[in-house]
T-cell receptor
Framework: NAGVTQTPKFRVLKTGQSMTLLCAQD?????MYWYRQDPGMGLRLIHY???????AKGEVPDGYNVSRLKKQNFLLGLESAAPSQTSVYFC????????????FGPGTRLTVL | AQSVTQLGSHVSVSEGALVLLRCNYS??????LFWYVQYPNQGLQLLLK??????LVKGINGFEAEFKKSETSFHLTKPSAHMSDAAEYFC??????????FGTGTQLKVEL
């Protein structure tokens, strides 16, 4: 049981390049989330999904897109990376609504030059 | 809407001393509250959660937190700090749709 996994662990991009971050969970969770973590700002929600085929905007969605084609996977895309998107990205999942615990992946450290 | 304030971005204690990390919340609904810990270069791990059962919540690694509605607080404590407790700690409050709002974190340093 791997829990929540994220691919890749590290990535360096040039301004304007695109990339996709992959999150996978094997706990059959309905809810999945993408956060970014920046020094002194805690974790901020980018996008989230309440089930397969659904996505919704979080607190800081601009510049990002997401897809949830399969229940176990949640993809985060950057179409045209900017230096302001340099951050550590975390994926999380949880079982149901009702404010249950979220389980986090190990993170992806992204640098945009 | 929900929000969390963590007082003190950095806290330093001696090994064996009391650990107290402060968290105050604001919530428009009865809150569910969480404390997470993040060790260097790792994801977040749940320490404990309050879900309106007991006001004193015990978590892993000897940590506990007390929910005080009158003070809108959920402070995290541990009687005796250990070197392995050095990490960043995040308080979070649950809102609608199972979303969490996180505080800005408190970095705990444990000194010999």
């Amino acid at each position: 049981n791997a829990g929540v996994t994220q691919t890749p662990k590290f990535r360096v991009l040039k301004t304007g390049q695109s990339m996709t971050l992959l999150c996978a969970q094997d706990m059959n969770h309905e809810y999945m989330y993408w956060y970014r973590q920046d020094p002194g700002m805690g974790l901020r929600l980018i996008h989230y999904s309440v089930g397969e085929g659904t996505t919704a905007k979080g607190e800081v969605p601009d510049g990002y897109n997401v897809s949830r084609l399969k229940k176990q996977n949640f993809l985060l895309g950057l179409e045209s990376a900017a230096p302001s998107q340099t951050s550590v990205y975390f994926c999380a999942s949880s079982s149901t609504a009702g404010r249950n615990e979220q389980f986090f992946g190990p993170g992806t450290r992204l640098t945009v030059l | 809407a929900q929000s969390v304030t963590q007082l003190g971005s950095h806290v330093s204690v001696s090994e064996g001393a009391l650990v107290l990390l402060r968290c105050n919340y604001s919530s428009s609904v009865p809150p569910y509250l969480f404390w997470y810990v993040q060790y260097p270069n790792q994801g977040l791990q749940l320490l404990l959660k309050y879900t309106s059962a007991a006001t004193l919540v015990k978590g892993i690694n000897g940590f506990e937190a007390e929910f005080k509605k009158s003070e809108t607080s959920f402070h995290l404590t541990k009687p005796s700090a250990h070197m392995s407790d050095a990490a960043e700690y995040f308080c979070a409050v649950a809102g609608g749709g199972n979303k969490l709002t996180f505080g800005t974190g408190t970095q705990l340093k444990v000194e010999l």
